[in-house]
């Protein structure tokens, strides 16, 4: 079964740190273009940030550069995404996502894990 699990959410204050992780089984990995995925209550959902099959090349949303890092570990199936100097407005369920590096769309993703920041 193809699937993504993602973990290590939860509730943390403005400007603490939470690090995701995203564990891939049932497809080859080291072949996919990964990328993290966020959905505020309220908003559409939006792309954060992407890595590339081989664990470089990493991009970010404007809001995010500088606060998160992506990356990508092909040993171990797993995609982590390191969240620093957190905000209030990166309150949100976060996917992880993943797709073939000779496609364009995300066809892989897990069921989210909730990332709250508080007071």
């Known amino acids: 079964e193809v699937q993504l699990e993602e973990s290590g959410g939860g509730l943390v204050q403005p400007g603490g740190s939470l690090r995701l992780s995203c564990a891939a089984s049932g497809f080859i990995f080291n072949t996919h273009t990964m990328g993290w995925f966020r959905q505020a209550p309220g908003k559409e959902r939006e792309f954060v940030a992407a890595?590339?099959?081989?664990?470089?090349?990493?991009v970010y949303i404007d809001s995010v550069k500088g606060r998160f890092t992506i990356s990508k570990d092909n040993a171990e199936n797993r995609l982590y995404l390191q969240m620093n100097s957190l905000k209030l407005e990166d309150t949100a369920v976060y996917y992880c996502?993943?797709?073939?590096?000779?496609?364009?769309?995300?066809?892989?993703w897990g069921q989210g894990t909730q990332v709250t920041i508080a007071s």
């Open positions: 996502a993943g797709r073939h590096y000779g496609q364009s769309l995300y066809h892989i």
């Open positions: 890595i590339s099959w081989s664990g470089g090349s990493p």
